[in-house]
């Protein structure tokens, strides 16, 4: 079966390089075939791939590296694609997948420019499965196959591990598609309203699952991780978050481009470097340049590969749209202070904000090369980027007031005003009862006038309360994405200014005071997993007659050789009490163990306003009745 799936990749290969030349020509019916014949192809061929790993084959290196006959049936069937090869596998699938989509879905009345469309898409994903076939194939067969494996790597064995690199692929290669329609549009010279209105809808398809994917593997390095924190400025938490800023500048600019006819230029050149962070992204997390616990470690000559795709892809796009933006123009002429303008701004910030987490996560390998051993962390995200987008954050309500064209500045003044209150009040508050830095109660405030800003915003629109809930779809799906994003700000700003921390050495018996929190270590106990051996500790908490059973434990998995932490989280409302094991030790002629014990306070409110925004994009992907404004 795997031969055969090998020779379907070979088969899928042909079609995508076909489907190239057929598109590009302009034959709309004949490539809508070839993208969902080589989908179709590639999807069988993906099939026997998880095949060999659900019967623990062996003879396949990929399984043999990645796998073992413990491991329980949904690692398994995960550990297809938690590898460099098998992760490579997935990404052509959902790249040929979009074809498909595209090949269904794409209707736009122009057949030339769809089948172009097509044909980019279908050259993408032929430089995807030359880069799987001949440099890093998932088929390669051992002469003599081991009777066991080595194991998935343990922290990749985790429910939230199984549905990330999914969703994240997902976000990722979506803005492939979109890179294809500004190049059949670049080819065309015709990026207009018509081609907005479709790069809107295929632009958020991709920006809703890299969202919700990004949120997955924050929230498994949180509670699998035993660091206590939600994000850490990690380069591959810094790769999947640069293509992410550009989408939402994207989203922001196609929408003029839509209305307006205005920002021709800018927003194909956006759609361009969303496809491009994507695949510097994938350089970063397979070049083994940048150490991360979410890297696939590989050598570097296959992320040369990568960056040669990157630089040939993007090349390739800057060249034809450096030949044709000359012609992008049009749209009626607008002042600096209107909704054209201020959104022109907004996408500035938001690239510059890229840009700096750009510098952050390369500037240590700059220094290498320059002979200099130099790391960049938190603080530098907190000098650099959060104030950027503290700027884009706080212009926001006010820019949705306002009117195309030309803004009425007159009531700016009760804008500013109720800002300064909103902020003002948090910030004394901030620094008075909640004992905050003052920055945070700021940050507090800003929460606040985004859901504020929203509500007001659907309200405006709505005129009468009767007609809340007659307003189009995409009106609400951006009520809702704004106000997720003041849930998302209130959350960071509670879990990092309110978070405790401290470290118990306990010995079986002994209690202790944490935050008001009342510890009991009641046991350790060695227990069995279907792969790994563990220490379970089981300790009580009590506070105010609430008691809660928390169960830590510390796995080693004899297979990889290679221990993990299962924190135990206890939920009191929106907020955490987090604890980790950690190790054994001798204080004072007695055994202890040690804890990591946190209380992360609103730390759920991250995750809700992330999953608000991902609804919202799903509504927004719908046109719905009536004009959105």
């Known amino acids: 079966m795997i031969e055969f799936g090998h020779f379907l990749a070979f088969i899928g290969f ?11 020509k302009g034959d709309r ?30 003879s396949v290196a990929l399984v043999t590296n990645n796998s ?65 076939l001949f440099a890093s194939s998932p088929f390669t067969r051992l002469d003599n196959p081991p009777l066991q494996g080595g194991d998935l790597n343990p922290l990749l064995q985790d429910p939230a591990l199984a549905a990330h690199p999914p969703m994240l692929y997902l976000g990722y290669v979506g803005y492939s598609f979109v890179f294809a329609l500004a190049a059949a549009g670049l080819i065309e010279g015709r990026i207009d309203q018509i081609w907005a209105r479709t790069a809107r809808r295929w632009a958020m398809a991709a920006f809703v699952p890299l969202t919700l994917g990004i949120a997955l593997g924050s929230y498994w390095a949180y509670y699998e991780l035993g660091w206590g924190g939600w994000w850490f400025w990690d380069p591959v938490e810094n790769a999947s978050l640069m293509p992410w800023l550009v989408g939402a ?29 994507s695949i510097l992204g994938a350089f970063l997390v397979r070049s083994g340049l940048l150490t991360s616990v979410h890297a696939f470690a590989v050598d570097p000559l296959r992320g040369s590969l990568l960056l040669g795709g990157l630089l040939f892809y993007g090349g390739l796009a800057l060249a034809l749209f450096a030949a044709r933006a000359p ?49 960049v962390g938190e603080p530098y995200f ?40 909103i902020v003002g009040v948090f910030a004394l508050f901030g620094v008075g009862p909640m004992n905050i830095p003052l920055l945070s109660g700021v940050g507090f405030g800003l929460g606040v006038w985004l859901i504020g800003g929203a509500i007001y915003e659907l309200a405006r629109r709505a005129k009468l309360p009767r007609r809340v809930f007659k307003l189009p779809k995409r009106v609400w799906g951006m009520t809702l994405a704004h106000a997720g994003l003041g849930v998302f700000v209130l959350g960071a700003v509670g879990e990092t200014s309110l978070r405790s921390h401290t470290t118990l050495a306990l010995e079986v018996g002994q209690s202790t005071e944490v935050a008001g929190w009342a510890f009991t270590l009641e046991d350790v106990d060695p227990i069995e997993g279907p792969n790994w051996y563990a220490d379970k500790a089981t300790l009580t908490a009590t506070r ?40 054994r030790r001798t204080v004072e002629g007695a055994p202890r163990w040690t804890f990591e014990v946190f209380v992360n306070p609103m730390i759920d409110l991250i995750y809700w306003g992330v999953l608000l925004i991902g609804i919202g994009g799903i509504l927004s992907m719908f046109p719905g009745r009536g004009k959105s404004g």
């Open 14 to 24: 042909s079609l995508s390089a076909l489907l190239t030349y057929v598109g590009l």
């Open 29 to 58: 019916r004949l490539a809508g075939f070839l993208a969902i014949a080589a989908f179709l192809v590639l999807f069988v061929s993906f099939l026997t791939i998880v095949r060999a790993f659900l019967i623990s084959d062996f």
């Open 68 to 132: 073992h006959t413990m491991k329980p049936f949904i690692y398994k069937f995960a550990g297809t694609w938690g590898n460099h090869e098998g992760s490579m596998a997935l990404w052509c699938l959902v790249m040929a997948g979009f074809g498909a989509a595209g090949a269904y879905w794409l209707r736009t009345g122009r057949e030339v420019f769809e089948a172009r469309t097509l044909g980019v898409q279908g050259l993408l994903t032929t430089g995807a499965l030359a880069y799987l």
């Open 249 to 277: 500048a994207l989203l922001h600019s196609v929408i003029v481009t839509e209305k307006r006819g205005s920002f021709r230029a800018w927003t194909t050149l956006l759609a361009v470097m969303a496809f491009c962070f």
């Open 327 to 375: 012609s992008l123009k049009g749209g009626p002429e607008h002042l600096l202070i209107s909704r054209e303008g201020a959104l022109m701004g907004n996408n500035l910030v938001i690239f510059v904000a890229t840009l700096t987490v750009l510098l952050g996560t390369m500037f240590p390998l700059i220094a290498e090369a320059a002979g200099e051993v130099m790391s």
């Open 382 to 421: 907190n000098l650099t980027f959060t104030p950027i987008m503290a700027i884009a954050l706080a212009v926001l309500p006010i820019v949705q007031a306002w009117s195309w064209g030309r803004a009425d500045v007159s009531s700016l003044w009760k804008w500013g005003a109720a800002f300064l209150l």
């Open 544 to 583: 105010g007659g609430v008691e809660a059973l928390l169960q830590p434990e510390k796995r080693i998995y004899p297979a990889a050789r290679m221990p993990t932490t299962e924190t135990a989280i206890h939920k009191t409302g929106l907020s955490d009490l987090y604890v980790a094991i950690g190790d």
